[in-house]
């Protein structure tokens, strides 16, 4: 399960909870692993779960629309970088244009929560899923300690599992 995804979510956190949040997951959601697993867990643990990509990026079984409906009030915005290199078809999207209609860009960022964050677990396109002022935002942005987090709870959860077979 993705615990490293949620400690935002925790007592020291930013939110305390996780339960009534508004969670934003928007990008290439066709492909990610990151989306399908915390729609299971966010979703079981009481968060309200918007989802959006471009058309040829939304799978069928994740109810999705538009970014700028799913980021509107949202308390977290997590987004997914394009996986091009599994992509059947070219997006046909110009430089800058991915950005445009489906990135999150400062101006559709406004519209979330006064107190939202940004989330995105890596690696980054920047200009391309997200504006780089808004990835490297020094308090809204919570990616590098995402990034830092999930190295931690895999090492810890190989220990884990190492330990029990060594005994």
């Given at each position: 399960?993705?615990?490293?995804?949620?400690?935002?979510?925790?007592?020291?956190?930013?939110?305390?909870?996780?339960?009534?949040?508004?969670?934003?997951?928007?990008?290439?959601?066709?492909?990610?692993?990151?989306?399908?697993?915390?729609?299971?867990?966010?979703?079981?643990?009481?968060?309200?779960?918007?989802?959006?990509?471009?058309?040829?990026?939304?799978?069928?079984?994740?109810?999705?629309?538009?970014?700028?409906?799913?980021?509107d009030g949202a308390d977290v915005v997590m987004m997914l970088r394009v996986q091009r290199e599994r992509l059947a078809e070219e997006l046909g999207d110009a430089p800058g244009e991915y950005l445009a209609r489906f990135g999150l860009t400062a101006e559709r960022f406004a519209a979330a929560a006064s107190d939202?964050?940004?989330?995105?677990?890596?690696?980054?396109?920047?200009?391309?899923?997200?504006?780089?002022?808004?990835?490297?935002?020094?308090?809204?942005?919570?990616?590098?300690?995402?990034?830092?987090?999930?190295?931690?709870?895999?090492?810890?959860?190989?220990?884990?599992?190492?330990?029990?077979?060594?005994?």
């Amino acid at each position: 399960m993705p615990y490293y995804r949620l400690y935002f979510l925790d007592r020291r956190g930013r939110f305390g909870r996780v339960e009534g949040l508004k969670v934003a997951v928007c990008g290439d959601l066709q492909h990610s692993r990151v989306a399908r697993s915390n729609a299971k867990l966010l979703r079981r643990l009481g968060a309200d779960l918007r989802f959006a990509a471009p058309p040829s990026l939304m799978p069928d079984d994740l109810p999705g629309g538009p970014i700028d409906e799913a980021v509107d009030g949202a308390d977290v915005v997590m987004m997914l970088r394009v996986q091009r290199e599994r992509l059947a078809e070219e997006l046909g999207d110009a430089p800058g244009e991915y950005l445009a209609r489906f990135g999150l860009t400062a101006e559709r960022f406004a519209a979330a929560a006064s107190d939202a964050v940004i989330m995105h677990p890596g690696p980054i396109n920047r200009g391309v899923e997200i504006d780089g002022a808004l990835a490297d935002h020094s308090s809204r942005s919570l990616i590098v300690r995402q990034v830092e987090m999930g190295v931690a709870v895999r090492m810890a959860c190989l220990d884990l599992l190492t330990a029990e077979r060594l005994r």
